[in-house]
């Protein structure tokens, strides 16, 4: 009731000072938070049960078990794009699994980080729980300590100072990190519902999401019927003017808004749906771009923003062995009325997540594993999974005196045949 109360109070407070021109973060920051919280509550005293362990014949009077443990004081850094979410999201599994924890949020998104610090002490203990602010220097200085574990969201760069930093003592890590995530359509698609579910996935959030498609890969042929499709759903959703809809978010900052504006002067691709865009408001109309070639900017590093590429290939094949070159994505999506090419698509690749017909949903369930594989990240979170990357599972083994006799078999000296050998 604690956090309802967090939730209620400060909600508006967030909307109007992060997000001003949406309800975006009542979705993606408080909702999929509450229903985090509540499924952690509710499964919590399951969870924390001792193990019991198989036993064998030398063992069989003994009480073994894995029993959960907090690993102590974990550091969660955050970052950006989901300012709330990314914080306190790993910090119901830290806190389910007993730790005390430090966070450090984004100093890019600076209203929810002194939000963040002003409500934590004031809902929680403070001896337990601590909010530390600052940019890459003071997270550095903050790094000098020992930690138990440390939770990092961001980006690849920043993750392998992380690494070093933690290499010192010996500090576990759990890293969510990003890349760029396909989206296969091939087959029969009702290509108005793709469309609508696309658009949504892609442009939530102005594109600034760690899972939103990144490029979209089809035939020449349907990428002639998602076109018109994709147009609709933008026009359905922000209407005819996505610069004045309040439902479309702006670029979090200057740095980045400029960062996509060079992509968009650089990609060699055809703009064919949106473009625009204004330093000022920090806008980017939802932009659609084709013929993108595999060494186009646009395909060298993670978008993250509102600008969706279309690559064309010839098969489901051609378009997996495209995946397969780059580095292994966060989420994968593939788009098809055909389940054979939804398997061929799912066994022939790797991901942190997979969905079909859908984007971003599979990581709204709190009984599905959240996380990347290799360089889209290590180790995972929500529900169940936030515990046990914050607990240390011990192996105990509770022995009594029995069976001594049986012992000596074990001991030495080891004359011929005493084992039966
Ligand atoms: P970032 O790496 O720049 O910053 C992340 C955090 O690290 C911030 O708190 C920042 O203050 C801190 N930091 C920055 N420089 C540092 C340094 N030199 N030393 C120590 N700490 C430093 O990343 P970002 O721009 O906030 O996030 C963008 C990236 O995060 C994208 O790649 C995106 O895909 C990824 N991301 C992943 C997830 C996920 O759940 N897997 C979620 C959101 C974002």
């Known amino acids: 009731s604690r956090s309802k109360d967090f939730v209620d109070i400060h909600c508006k407070q967030l909307k109007f000072n992060e997000a001003p021109h949406n309800d975006t973060p009542v979705l993606s920051e408080v909702d999929i938070l509450l229903n985090d919280l509540t499924f952690t509550i509710s499964n919590l005293s399951s969870w924390m049960q001792p193990e019991s362990a198989s036993t064998n014949l030398a063992t069989k009077l003994d009480d073994c078990f894995i ?167 933008l026009w359905e959703f922000y209407g005819e003017d996505p610069r004045t809809c309040p439902d479309l978010c702006r670029i979090v900052s200057p740095q980045h808004w400029t960062r996509l504006r060079a992509l968009l002067e650089k990609t060699r691709g055809r703009i064919v749906i949106g473009g625009e865009s204004d330093q000022e408001d920090k806008y980017m109309a939802p932009t659609v771009v084709v013929d993108v070639s595999e060494d186009d900017a646009l395909m060298a590093e993670e978008i993250l923003g509102p600008i969706l590429p279309i690559l064309s290939v010839e098969s489901v094949e051609e378009a997996i062995a495209l995946i397969n070159r780059g580095q292994k994505p966060l989420a994968l999506y593939v788009f098809s009325e055909e389940s054979s090419v939804v398997k061929t698509v799912l066994e022939k690749t790797s991901s942190g997540g997979f969905c079909s017909n859908d984007g971003i949903v599979h990581m709204t369930l709190p009984s599905l594993p959240f996380g990347g594989v290799g360089a889209s990240g290590w180790g995972s979170y929500h529900g169940r999974w936030g515990f046990e990357t914050f607990s240390h599972r011990r192996a105990c083994m509770l022995r009594g005196w029995a069976l001594e006799r049986f012992n000596t078999l074990r001991y030495p000296p080891y004359s011929d045949g005493k084992l039966g050998w």
């Open 67 to 233: 029993r959960r443990e907090p690993l102590g004081v974990v550091l969660i850094i955050g970052s950006w794009n989901y300012p709330l979410q990314l914080l306190l999201l790993p910090m119901v599994g830290a806190i389910a699994a007993g730790n005390c924890v430090i966070l450090k949020p984004s100093e890019v998104s600076a209203t929810t980080g002194s939000l963040v610090a002003e409500l934590v002490p004031k809902y929680l203990s403070q001896e337990c729980y601590a909010v530390i602010r600052g940019g890459a220097e003071e997270t550095q200085e903050l790094l000098k300590n020992r930690f138990d574990h440390i939770f990092f969201t961001g980006s690849k760069g920043v993750a392998r100072s992380i690494l070093q930093a933690a290499s010192l003592h010996f500090t576990p890590v759990t890293l969510e990190l990003g890349g760029k995530s396909p989206c296969v359509v091939y087959g029969p698609v009702n290509m108005t519902a793709a469309a609508r579910r696309l658009v949504w996935a892609k442009f939530f959030n102005a594109g600034q999401s760690c899972v939103a498609p990144d490029y979209i890969l089809c035939t020449s042929s349907t990428r002639d019927l998602l076109l018109p499709a994709l147009k609709e759903a």
